[in-house]
């Protein structure tokens, strides 16, 4: 079981990026997706998650309106498009799986956790 993510780099304030996370050894559609990060200096914060099977969303505050998820279930894979990005969206981005839709900052509250991807947002 393997979840990968790809995609982060360093942008400019109001920049995009794409997060790729790409599963194996399990059905994504069997699971609620998320995406969790963690800024330098700072604890875990909860993103965004998806039930790739109905495509229902839901969103932190702090990216809501800005950030989309979804999920491609015939490439097991799901994403995370971020706009308008900010310096406070500097973080490691982890791609986790979960039977139930969670809100869970901690790896603790996930199945499958992945090693991450870093977004910097600077000039």
């Known amino acids: 079981v393997q979840l990968v993510e790809s995609g982060g780099d360093l942008v400019q304030p109001g920049g995009s990026l794409r997060l790729s996370c790409a599963a194996s050894?399990?059905?994504?559609?069997?699971?609620?997706m998320s995406w969790v990060r963690q800024a330098p200096g700072k604890g875990p914060e909860w993103v965004s998650n998806?039930?790739?099977?109905?495509?229902?969303?839901d969103y932190a505050d702090s990216v809501k309106g800005r950030f989309t998820i979804s999920g491609d279930t015939a490439k097991n894979t799901v994403y995370l498009q971020m706009n308008s990005l900010k310096p406070e969206d500097t973080a490691l981005y982890y791609c986790?799986?979960?039977?139930?839709?969670?809100?869970?900052?901690?790896?603790?509250?996930?199945?499958?956790w992945g090693q991450g991807t870093r977004v910097t947002v600077s000039t």
């Open positions: 986790a799986s979960s039977h139930y839709r969670s809100y869970s900052e901690y790896r603790a509250g996930y199945q499958y």
């Open positions: 050894g399990f059905v994504i559609s069997n699971y609620y």
């Open positions: 998806i039930n790739p099977a109905d495509g229902s969303t």
